[in-house]
């Protein structure tokens, strides 16, 4: 249980002072990992330590089991609650379990600077890197989980599966086994008991822990990355960032758009688009978060007729431009690499939904190898064209535009 304390007591010290006062919340679903998490808090808080027990109703018996555990909590003097979820909406049974699971964390914390602490672990971390590579995601996924992206504080990350389990037994709690954490219909659970242990056994070892340390050393490179690109957009679009409506986006370091701002439940690095299964409570698995899309097909194969930076007079209001054009010039000079970064954050962030790589490809070659060809037609009704030396995202002529 030392570790485990250590491991809590250092990640706390990253916290601001706001964050440090305020009474934390800590996801737990009586698993080891959340267990033994919720206990070192216990130990280690001088203070109030809240925690919630999310109950899905996805199987038998979880309205007493839940509540048997919260009684268990609020006996070993943490303040315990159980919140009943509905699970519904888009993307499958397991990303609405996520988003549920992540909306009643955020309601339940005690005060707005409140963390919520999750009990995720290397190999959670490990799998996560892996499934990221399968899909053949970029280095913002592959970077996995960070440690600290307010509210979400994971203090286990450095600590193996096998360290909460002896926590636990050193303090004789019983731990419960989810039956969906050893599905094997679920991607995660075969690379967990599959996949990773082969790789350990041809590669020699310490293939988890390469794993995450391949993720940490890539969350470097996307902070470094993150910033460069907000420099650049800020010479590439003059006015600043704004959204959809012209109000200014909430900003981090050097400018940078802060994930950590945005609304309850925004999509951040910590949603690495893991395709697993869901854990009954937070705590012993990562949120999985739906996998990257295909995207529409109907604008993913369509290539818009336009070939010259002559702007089309708009049609009826519906050719206005959705966002503040991005001078090509300023793009034009930085690596396709940060010039991309841009590319995505402007693009995602002014209502285009499900951006492939291959469309963020053709967007960026109007800017590094522009022959005076058309640009891509993408999600959210919108297109994107080159005009006098600016990239332009506006709505497409044809079809429910304003839908």
């Known amino acids: 249980m030392r570790r485990v304390r250590a491991a809590v007591h250092e990640a706390l010290d990253l916290l601001d002072d706001d964050a440090r006062r305020a009474p934390p919340l800590v996801g737990c679903s009586g698993g080891a990992d959340s ?12 203070g109030p330590v809240h925690a919630l027990v999310v109950d899905h109703g996805l199987q038998d018996g979880s309205a007493e089991r839940s509540a048997a555990l919260a009684a268990a909590l609020c006996g070993a003097g943490v303040d315990a609650v159980v919140r009943r979820v509905r699970v519904a909406g888009p993307g499958g049974t397991e990303a609405a379990a996520r988003r549920a699971r992540r909306a009643a964390l955020l309601a339940a914390r005690p005060h707005p600077s409140s963390v919520v602490l999750l009990g995720h672990t290397l190999d959670d971390q490990a799998e996560t890197v892996l499934l990221g590579l399968a899909r053949g995601s970029g280095a913002r996924s592959l970077a996995g989980m960070r440690r600290w992206s307010a509210p979400w504080l994971r203090p286990l990350l450095e600590l193996r599966r096998a360290d909460t389990v002896a926590a636990c037994a050193e303090l004789g709690l019983p731990v419960w086994a989810d039956p969906h954490n050893a599905d094997p219909r679920f991607t995660r659970v075969r690379v967990r008991r599959e996949v990773l242990p082969l790789l350990e056994e041809v590669l020699g070892g310490g293939v988890a822990r390469a794993l995450a340390r391949t993720a940490a050393q890539l969350g470097d490179d996307d902070e470094a990355l993150t910033e460069a690109a907000a420099r650049l957009r800020l010479l590439a679009e003059p006015s600043g960032p704004t959204g959809p409506t012209g109000s200014a986006e909430p900003t981090g370091p050097a400018g940078a758009p802060d994930r950590r701002a945005g609304p309850a439940g925004s999509p951040d690095r910590d949603d690495p688009g893991t395709a697993g299964p869901w854990p009954a409570t937070p705590g012993d698995l990562p949120d999985p978060a739906p996998p990257a899309q295909p995207g529409d097909l109907g604008d993913s194969r369509t290539v818009l007729a336009t070939s010259t930076e002559h702007p089309e007079p708009p049609a009826e209001g519906h050719r206005d431009p959705v966002a503040p054009p991005l001078d090509t010039a300023a793009l034009a000079a930085a690596p396709a690499a940060v010039r ?56 497409r002529r044809w079809g429910r535009d304003r839908a």
């Open 35 to 46: 267990s033994a998490l919720v206990h070192a808090v216990r130990a280690v808080v001088d």
């Open 340 to 395: 991309r970064r841009v590319l995505r954050e402007w693009l995602t962030g002014h209502g285009v939904r499900a951006l492939t790589d291959e469309q963020l490809r053709r967007a960026d070659d109007l800017v590094g190898r522009w022959r005076g060809q058309g640009g891509p037609t993408l999600g959210g009704g919108l297109e994107l064209v080159r005009a006098r030396g600016r990239l332009v995202l506006r709505h």
